[in-house]
């Protein structure tokens, strides 16, 4: 579903502060695939996930998402075939525009955006019943403007939004970091509940191993701008989080004590 | 002049008098208002290219309307060698303020200029360009006794109604449009541009058909301008983005103060028409009270800097380090 090819990308080349954030990454992902992305700061994961998103050209290498060669097309180009979901809730909806307003755009995702109505009766239907099933009491506030949402609401609306129109890949860049335990728990099940009904490929990235180990059926560490673990099937299942630490430890190799708190 | 003498002097049937003429140009500075409105709250830019695209309108207006113009545009509304229909002036009015929106668009879009430049780049050379459509002169006549002009200053209580359906037809326009797909992503993109590109929206096209539509809309209310006062000169729209701006933050204040909650875009749009009569409103009430024409600029520059600093200081008096080295101002318990 998601294939990279020798994926480099330089930020600020030939200058002092010239930095490779991903050193020819290759990385296949099968559709139906639920793939955890752990790593440092600094690691490469939310560069891994712009060069899919198409937020800039990548520097070298190709990108084809569901056989379609991307590497050449800007994220709106792409965003057919992605839905994502952004580390601040703020970012993923329209502050100021209607609930039901926000999820029509991303219903339109692809689409050519014409002349006709913006939000139709049978799509304001479909919504609330897309909006009862997140169980948060949102099916009610179809015409609220987004901005009087909580993060955690927001988050969820942006993740059915992601989700609404079936795309190839989902992309969650540590999206519920923004949110009290409580909440990111509640958006991490909803994010878990719609991968598995929608039976979408996805790519998650998060700093918390728990969350790592917990969902999706493939983990992936990265460590300076290269895959250095890549586990799926019965390890995944029966990772630990000590495993994990050990892992990074010997391919790092670094202390473990360090590796504690920059994975924690 | 003793301050007695002053307030004697004053006339109140004169002030009642000249309302009527605050009236009709506060809904033709309004129409114009609703342009600065698409680019400085729905897009979320501030477009001067106004300044230069309302003069261009009335140019272009006035020219068409006094017999000037390329041959083949008169021929084209058959109008040869007879007179060159008013709708049909105001209708190019309209589409060359959309070429001057786009010119801004595309020097923000493709050469990666900031839009408030690019829009003082393209101001600035409307300024000859205006010309050059007035053919060289800086201000050309256009006399309602000889054109079957729609409004007129001479005619003010038959120009209100007329100015008040033209400006409620594009009000109407203007609310199914954004109520479109088309429309629902360019609010969306000068709302939110990083989500916009994500949900698949070309976030530079919209802002280009947003800029286009504004100034044409500018261009148009400049066509109508130019009729009620008689003339189009090169100068006119020297100000009209501080005007336009003054009329929607006026009316958005109002409509805060009258509504509570959410207010529909058609209601937002009349309150920015409305804004712009309670401005003219206030500039015939300062004429009234013999303070010197020359001033009148200076007097709306203070107004619009007051209305854009109240929101500012508003919220800096609930959170200051000012109130916060005093003990704090708020209720931290509640």
């Not at chain 1, 809730?89 to 502050?95: E, K």
């Not at chain 1, 009491?137 to 059915?160: C, K, Y």
């Not at chain 2, 010119?103 to 050469?111: A, D, F, I, N, R």
Request: proline content about 3%; glycine content about 12%; charged content about 15%.
């Amino acid at each position: 579903m998601l294939r990279l090819e020798n994926v480099w990308k330089v930020f600020d080349q030939g200058t002092i502060n010239q930095k490779v954030a991903l050193k020819g990454i290759d990385l296949n992902i099968k559709e139906g695939e639920f793939v955890t992305v752990i790593g440092g700061n600094g690691a490469g994961k939310s560069t891994l996930l712009n060069a899919v998103a198409g937020t800039w050209p990548v520097t070298r290498g190709r990108i084809f998402i569901d056989g379609n060669d991307v590497t050449g097309l800007p994220d709106y180009k792409r965003a057919s075939l992605i839905g994502r979901v952004f580390q601040d809730p703020m970012l993923g909806t329209a502050s100021e525009m209607q609930l039901e307003e926000n999820l029509a755009l991303a219903l339109r995702r692809g689409k050519k955006r014409g002349l006709g109505w913006g939000v139709t009766n049978e799509e304001k239907k479909m919504f609330r019943e897309r909006l009862a099933a997140l169980g948060l009491g949102l099916e009610d506030r179809l015409t609220a403007q987004i901005g009087t949402l909580s993060g955690g609401q927001r988050q969820a609306v942006t993740l059915l939004m992601a989700s609404l129109n079936a795309p190839k890949l989902l992309l969650l860049d540590e999206h519920t970091a923004a949110l009290d335990p409580a909440t990111a728990a509640k958006v991490l099940e909803i994010s878990d509940n719609i991968v598995r009904e929608e039976k979408l490929t996805c790519l998650m990235i998060t700093h918390n191993m728990t969350d790592a180990i917990n969902l999706g059926n493939r983990l992936i560490m990265m460590n300076e701008g290269t895959i250095v673990v890549d586990i799926s099937g019965d390890e995944k299942k029966q990772l630990t989080k000590n495993d994990l630490l050990q892992k990074f430890a010997d391919v790092a190799g670094v202390q473990e004590e360090t590796d504690s708190v920059l994975l924690s | 002049m003793s301050v007695i003498d002053y307030f004697y002097s004053l006339d109140p049937a004169k002030l009642l008098k000249n309302l009527p003429g605050g009236v009709a140009q506060g809904i033709l500075w309004g129409l114009m208002a609703l342009g600065v409105y698409i680019t400085f709250r729905l897009l979320n830019v501030s477009d001067l290219t106004v300044e230069g695209s309302f003069a261009t309108g009335g140019a272009v207006t006035v020219v068409l309307i006094t017999g000037g113009g390329p041959a083949w545009l008169r021929a084209v509304f058959g109008a040869s060698a007879g007179q060159f229909p008013t709708w049909a002036a105001l209708l190019m009015a309209f589409f060359v303020g959309v070429l001057c929106g786009l010119v801004t668009g595309m020097l923000h879009s493709y050469l990666g200029i900031p839009a408030i430049l690019a829009g003082i780049l393209t101001q600035l050379a409307l300024f000859s360009v205006n010309l050059h459509i007035m053919d060289m002169s800086s201000n050309i006549p256009v006399s309602v006794d000889k054109y079957p002009l729609y409004v007129s200053g001479r005619y003010v209580l038959r120009s209100i109604p007329v100015a008040a359906v033209i400006t409620a037809a594009i009000i109407g326009i203007l609310y199914w449009y954004f109520g479109t797909e088309q429309g629902s992503a360019i609010r969306s993109t000068g709302n939110n541009p990083v989500m916009s590109s994500a949900q698949g929206i070309d976030i530079e096209k919209m802002k280009m058909i947003g800029f286009a539509l504004s100034n044409g809309i500018v261009a148009l209310a400049g066509g109508l301008v130019a009729q009620y006062q008689g003339f189009a000169d090169v100068n006119m729209g020297r100000g009209a983005s501080v005007i336009g701006l003054a009329a929607v933050i006026i009316g958005d204040v109002a409509s805060r103060a009258i509504f509570k909650g959410h207010i529909n875009f058609a209601v937002k749009m009349a309150f920015v028409i409305l804004g712009g009569i309670v401005y003219y409103a206030v500039v015939i009430l300062v004429l009234w009270l013999k303070l010197d024409t020359n001033d009148l600029k200076l007097f709306t520059a203070l107004i619009v800097a007051l209305f854009l600093g109240i929101p500012y200081l508003q919220s800096k008096k609930r959170e200051s380090f000012a109130s916060a080295a005093k003990g704090g101002s708020g209720n931290a318990e509640t």
